[in-house]
Every structure is written in C-alpha cells, then in structure tokens.
C-alpha cells in the first residue's frame, strides 16, 4: 500500500507505515501525517494491509492527544483532504528533536537485550535477577538518537542527549515523557491494559514552546499487553501484532520476504485493533 496521491498535497516522506505531505500552496507552517493500513513485524512491512488499521490508530491518537494535557502539534481543521479524512492529522510544522524519547515501564526489546549485556539501559542501572517483560522498580527515560529511514535508532544516555539538543530541552523532554507515561499507563491499567513502553517524539513551533508531535500512544509506537496474560505469567503478548507475529513465527524461516498473511489472520488482527481503540474510548 504506497502513499495516497492527494490532490493539493506533496508527498515527501514516507516511514514503515505512515506518509507526511506538505501542501502544495508553499504553506510551510503545516503539515498532512496519513496514516496507512500496513503493519510491520519483525523489521519488515508485511502483505496484505490490515483494513482500518490506519483509521483506528489514527483516532487512538486523537483521543490520547485529547486526554493528555500537553501542547501539541495537532491543527483542527475545517476539513481533511477527502482521500484520507479519516486517518490523516493536520499537524503545525515543528522543529523536531532528532531523539527518540523512549519511556519503559517493563524490560523488553531493545532495553532487554541491554540489559543483558550491561544490567542497565541508556546507562542507568537495574536491579539484577531481570527477565524479559518484568516491570521495573520505576519506569525509565531511554532516549534513541533518531536514525535515517530503514535503520535501528540508537540507544543513548541522558549525557548523550544533552550534548545533542541541550541541558534545559533534555531536561523538559525527559520530565514530559515521564509525566505523560505515567499518566498514560494509569489510564491503560484502568482499562485493563498494562503500557510497556512508548516512544514519544517532539518539536519546537515557531513561538520555542515544545509541543508532543507523530503520533501518540499508539501501538505501532508503543507495546500494549493484555493485563489478564501477564498477571497469568504469559511475558510480551503484544496485545495486537500476537496474532501476526506468532503466525509468522510458525509459517516463515525469517529470511527473504515473509509470507503474505492469510485472510483470518488479518481480519483477526483488525479485530484486535478495533478493540484496543475500544478499550480506550469506549465506555
Ligand atoms: C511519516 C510520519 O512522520 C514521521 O515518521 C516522523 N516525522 C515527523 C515529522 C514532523 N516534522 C515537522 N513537524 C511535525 N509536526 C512533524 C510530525 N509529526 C517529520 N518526520
């Protein structure tokens, strides 16, 4: 599923399952982030798209920007391009953070494979004893150092960011992520739901206040488990990419392409998101 051609709009970016657009009147105060309905697993876009996914991950977006009281980047416009109304944001365009601002309430993926190595990650230290999925004493800022398109981003220390965006915005960058994490998985646990980890990504608008910018708190930037699982011991059951990646896991050897996914699978995934969005914004 390529990037939408939409009229007015010039596509200039596309990421593993988002595309950014600028419009095409030189405006350059905005910009057009359209969600699509690939999925990626194990570091590759797979085949087919899952319908809706865009739309639903697109409005848990919203309704976390609209629960989170933070400055953000969202323009509420009259109208969205008709195309990809319902799941495309109308952002302002920011100066983004080239950072990564990665918060983990559990040990998992790349913090566990640190982990491992170091009894720490991004330099700060942890209990010994670990396992994967466990939860941590307190959740922990891990900052990424953004790489191009295609690439692993970069672990780093707190040090490190400073010497890349400045004391007073790694500061302010780590105490948001912190604050918007814990408020976030004190709503997720509420619902049944335990947050991992996230990553959020910010800029500076034209005025220098920061505002929360990409998406947020969706489940392509973030991992969500099922509560009812890990309380049974059941470690690092993502709560909506499972389905898909224990298929993979027993349908391909994970060299090459993978296999398209079968039409149970996908529609048993669009389930899982439709119901994660629900878990949220229901009632
Ligand atoms: C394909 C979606 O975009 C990304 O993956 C990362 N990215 C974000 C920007 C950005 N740039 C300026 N202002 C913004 N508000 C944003 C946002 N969001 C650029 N790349």
């Keep these: 599923m390529s990037a939408a051609e939409i009229p007015g709009w010039a596509h200039t970016y596309s990421g593993k399952v988002r595309d950014l657009y600028r419009p095409e009147d030189g405006d350059t105060g905005v910009l057009l982030v359209v969600a699509s309905d690939r999925v990626s ?14 739309e639903l991950l697109t409005s848990l977006s919203r309704w976390w920007f609209d629960h989170l009281p ?51 990650v991004c330099g700060i230290g942890l209990p010994a004893g670990l396992t994967s999925g466990d939860r941590l004493p307190v959740p922990i800022f891990t900052p990424a150092f953004k790489a191009p398109m295609g690439e692993h981003d970069e672990n780093i220390t707190f040090a490190r960011m400073i010497e890349i965006v400045g004391a007073d915005a ?89 296999p398209p996914l079968p039409d149970e699978i996908v529609e048993r995934t669009s389930a899982r998101y439709a119901e994660l969005l629900d878990r949220f914004t229901g009632a």
């Excluded at 697993?41 to 865009?54: M, N, S, Y």
């Excluded at 944001?89 to 983990?104: A, G, N, Q």
């Excluded at 509420?190 to 929360?212: C, M, N, Q």
């Design 70 to 120: 933070v400055p953000n980047h969202l323009i509420e416009p009259q109208r969205l391009p008709v195309e990809v109304e319902r799941r495309a944001m109308l952002v302002r365009s920011l100066d983004m953070f080239p950072i990564e601002c990665v918060v983990r309430g559990y040990l998992s993926g790349s913090g566990w494979a640190e982990y491992q190595q170091s009894q720490s």
């Design 170 to 258: 790694a500061s302010e960058l780590r105490t948001l992520s912190l604050d918007i994490f814990q408020r976030a998985s004190t709503i997720a646990e509420s619902k049944g739901v335990i947050l991992a980890d996230t990553k959020f990504e910010f800029g500076r608008d034209t005025d220098g206040v920061i505002r929360l910018a990409d998406e947020v708190l969706t489940s392509d930037s973030s991992r969500y488990w099922d509560q009812e699982a890990w309380v049974a011991g059941v470690r690092g059951q993502s709560f909506d990419k499972q389905i898909v990646r224990d298929w993979l896991s027993a349908h391909w050897d994970g060299t090459g392409t993978p």
């Design 41 to 54: 697993a194990f570091d590759h876009v797979l085949e087919p798209g899952i319908p809706g996914k865009g």
